[in-house]
C-alpha cells in the first residue's frame, strides 16, 4: 500500500474551538464611560426644526479596517415619559448581542407570544401580539464617522434602524456604492465611495413630513476626496480607540425590567440596585414618618440614681412655679 502524502495545508483545531467560544461567550461585564454628546451623531430633528443637513465621512468599523457597518440588535419601547419626553427609548438587546445572559424586553416578548399561542380570542391574540412584536429585538446598524462641519469633534457614531422593506439608511448608501461601481465599471474603472483616500462623503438630509415622520436622504459628495490631507489625523479617526458598546452601553438588567414594565427606575444607594421611583417614594415617605414618630415619642426620665441634693433643687424649682 502506498503512503499518502499529507496536504500542506490543514485546519487548525485549536482555531476552531477558540472561535465557537468566542461565537458563544457570554459576558456580564459592562464597560463604564462618560456620556458625551460628541460621541454620537445628532441625526434627528429637534423641536421646531423641519429639516437638516449633516455631511459626514464613513470610517472603517474595526481599527484594522473592513467594513463601516457593524449590525446589532436593539429594542425600542414605549417608556413613562418621565424617562423620556418623547414617550420613546431604545435599549441595546444583551442577549441577541451576547452582552448578556438575560434580557427583560426578550422575556416579555416571549411571554406575550405563549399567551397569544394559548387563546382563540381574536382580541386577546390581537392585544398579546402587539406586546410581542414591541418587545421583540429588532435589527439595527452603527457606524463610525466624521462630522465634517465638526471634525473637531473626533469619532462619531450612528446607530439607525434596519429596513426589511429594504428603503432604510444602511440600503440607501450601499445603493449610491452600487451604482457609482457599475457606473465606473463601464468605464473600465472601479470606485469605492468607502475608500478614505479616494472616496466620498455622504450628505444626509433629514425632514419632516406632513405626519410628523422624519424622512432621511443619502446621497454622495460629486467630488472624491480623501479622509484628510494629514496623515497622521487620518490615522488617529481611525485608530480611535472608542467602541461602540461603550458609547450605546446595555443597562442593567434591574434598570430594563422596571422600563418594561411601565416604571421609572431610579437607583437606590441603600440597597445598590435600581428600583422603581415610585417604590422609592413610598419607602422614603414610610422611613420619613417613622423618623418623625421616633423624635416625637416622649422620653420618660429615669429618676432613681439622682442624688438627694439634685432631688432637693429639682423640688424647688417647682416650688417657684407661678401655678
Avoid at 138 to 156: L, N, P, Q, T, Y
Wanted: charged share 35%.
Amino acid at each position: 500500500m502506498s503512503e499518502t502524502k499529507n496536504l500542506s495545508v490543514n485546519v487548525d483545531a485549536a482555531a476552531v474551538a477558540e472561535q465557537y467560544a468566542n461565537e458563544h461567550k457570554v459576558t456580564t461585564q459592562k464597560k463604564k464611560t462618560e456620556f458625551n454628546v460628541k460621541n454620537y451623531l445628532q441625526a434627528r430633528l429637534g423641536s421646531g426644526e423641519t429639516t437638516k443637513t449633516l455631511t459626514i465621512r464613513l470610517l472603517p468599523f474595526s481599527t484594522e479596517g473592513g467594513s463601516p457597518f457593524k449590525k446589532v440588535f436593539i429594542h425600542t419601547v414605549k417608556v413613562n415619559k418621565e424617562l423620556s419626553p418623547g414617550g420613546w427609548r431604545t435599549f441595546v438587546c444583551p442577549t441577541h448581542n451576547k452582552m448578556g445572559d438575560k434580557c427583560p424586553f426578550c422575556e416579555v416578548s416571549a411571554e406575550a407570544k405563549k399567551l397569544r399561542q394559548s387563546t382563540d380570542v381574536k382580541t386577546e391574540k390581537d392585544k398579546y401580539g402587539d406586546v410581542e412584536f414591541m418587545n421583540r429585538a429588532k435589527a439595527a446598524w452603527i457606524v463610525r464617522c466624521i462630522e465634517r462641519d465638526h471634525e473637531e469633534d473626533g469619532v462619531k457614531f450612528w446607530l439607525f434602524n434596519d429596513s426589511a422593506k429594504k428603503d432604510g439608511v444602511y440600503d440607501k448608501i450601499m445603493n449610491i456604492y452600487f451604482e457609482r461601481k457599475k457606473s465606473a465599471e463601464r468605464k473600465g474603472k472601479d470606485s469605492n465611495i468607502f475608500d478614505v483616500n479616494d472616496g466620498k462623503d455622504l450628505i444626509i438630509t433629514l425632514t419632516r413630513d406632513q405626519n410628523g415622520k422624519t424622512v432621511i436622504k443619502v446621497v454622495d459628495d460629486e467630488d472624491k476626496s480623501p479622509l484628510t490631507d494629514s496623515y497622521e489625523q487620518g490615522m488617529a479617526w481611525i485608530n480611535d480607540p472608542k467602541k461602540w458598546d461603550e458609547v450605546y452601553t446595555v443597562k442593567s438588567y434591574d434598570y430594563m425590567k422596571i422600563v418594561a414594565c411601565g416604571g421609572v427606575p431610579v437607583f437606590d444607594v441603600e440597597l445598590n440596585k435600581y428600583v422603581d421611583a415610585e417604590e422609592k417614594k413610598a419607602r422614603d415617605i414610610e422611613v420619613q414618618e417613622a423618623k418623625i414618630k421616633e423624635a416625637l415619642t416622649e422620653q420618660t426620665r429615669d429618676y432613681s440614681e439622682m442624688t438627694e441634693e439634685v432631688k432637693e433643687a429639682l423640688s424647688e424649682s417647682e416650688d417657684d412655679l407661678p401655678f
